[in-house]
């Protein structure tokens, strides 16, 4: 019974690796850019409008939960999602925050009048 117990502890501790992951905005915004394709640190932080270090800092937060893989060309370091079930995981998220969530359906509809 402990055993079971324990067991079940980690399983949600991996769990809420992924929940950290996520419950920063920011990480949430370079998951978003990076489902749109790869790209280097330094430009996730030009189109998120972090530092360089701190767009460094999320990332490592995504990888360490393995949402991102990371590849070395030459001196630069490019970041992409870990895989497609990474993308439909962001998409079910947005989906469940559009039908349980007000302001996120209105702010989105807002989004694409501007677009």
Same mark, same amino acid.
């Given at each position: 019974?402990?055993?079971?117990?324990?067991?079940?502890? %980690?399983?949600? +501790?991996? !769990? #809420?690796?992924?929940?950290?992951?996520?419950?920063?905005?920011?990480?949430?915004? *370079?998951?978003? &850019?990076?489902?749109?394709?790869? %790209?280097?640190? +330094?430009? !996730? #932080?030009?189109?998120?409008?972090?530092?360089?270090?701190?767009?460094?800092?999320? *990332?490592?937060? &995504?990888?360490?939960?393995?949402?991102?893989?990371? +590849?070395?060309?030459?001196?630069?370091?490019?970041?992409?999602?870990?895989?497609?079930?990474?993308?439909?995981?962001?998409?079910?998220?947005?989906?469940?925050?559009?039908?349980?969530?007000?302001?996120?359906?209105?702010?989105?509809?807002?989004?694409?009048?501007?677009?």
């Amino acid at each position: 019974m402990v055993e079971t117990i324990e067991t079940k502890d %980690r399983i949600y +501790e991996q !769990l #809420a690796r992924v929940g950290k992951a996520i419950s920063s905005p920011k990480r949430l915004e *370079l998951l978003d &850019l990076l489902r749109q394709g790869p %790209r280097s640190v +330094e430009a !996730l #932080a030009g189109e998120s409008g972090l530092s360089v270090a701190n767009a460094s800092r999320h *990332l490592q937060v &995504l990888r360490q939960a393995q949402l991102v893989e990371v +590849e070395k060309q030459g001196k630069q370091v490019v970041y992409s999602v870990g895989d497609q079930k990474v993308c439909e995981f962001f998409q079910t998220m947005c989906s469940l925050a559009e039908a349980r969530l007000a302001d996120f359906e209105r702010l989105m509809r807002k989004v694409a009048e501007k677009d």
